[in-house]
């Protein structure tokens, strides 16, 4: 009888607790909580990165516009759905008229914070930081 019990206890103790299951639990939530932040910040990064490269695909192409048009266009729909009777775009997609956070891009032709040399196009972070491509001429 003795026996018994002893070979009984041992296979009720070979599985985990329920308590132990959640401490465990626990742990994880927390070291998942605690890189996500960190995964979170690089990837606001790797959007205002890829923002600086739209902006000099969209200035790139604006200037082309010009040089076969004579004039920045209007808007940046034009780059995509040219109105001069060209039958290929300016610029590969329609996607590349809107920002990483699904946006259109904002677009001045007469360029004022570019010295009226090319147009200005821009984009606002959802935490406020603008984003332009008259800050890549200045860096230059």
Known sequence: MKIQNQIRSRALRRGFTL????????????LAGTAS??????????????????????????????????????TLTELWQPSDGSTKPYVESEAALYDPWRRPYQYDPS??????????????????????????????
């Open 19 to 30: 308590m132990e299951v959640l401490v465990v639990v626990a742990i994880l939530v927390i």
């Open 37 to 74: 932040i960190f995964v979170f910040r690089y990837l606001d990064d790797a959007n205002a990165n890829r923002a600086q490269a739209d902006l000099r695909t969209l200035t790139a192409a604006c200037t082309a516009y010009k040089i076969r048009n004579g004039d920045f266009p209007e």
């Open 111 to 140: 360029g004022p914070n570019n010295g009226g040399r090319n147009p200005d196009i821009w984009t606002t972070t959802p935490d406020g930081q603008v984003i332009g491509n008259w800050e890549m001429v200045r860096q230059r």
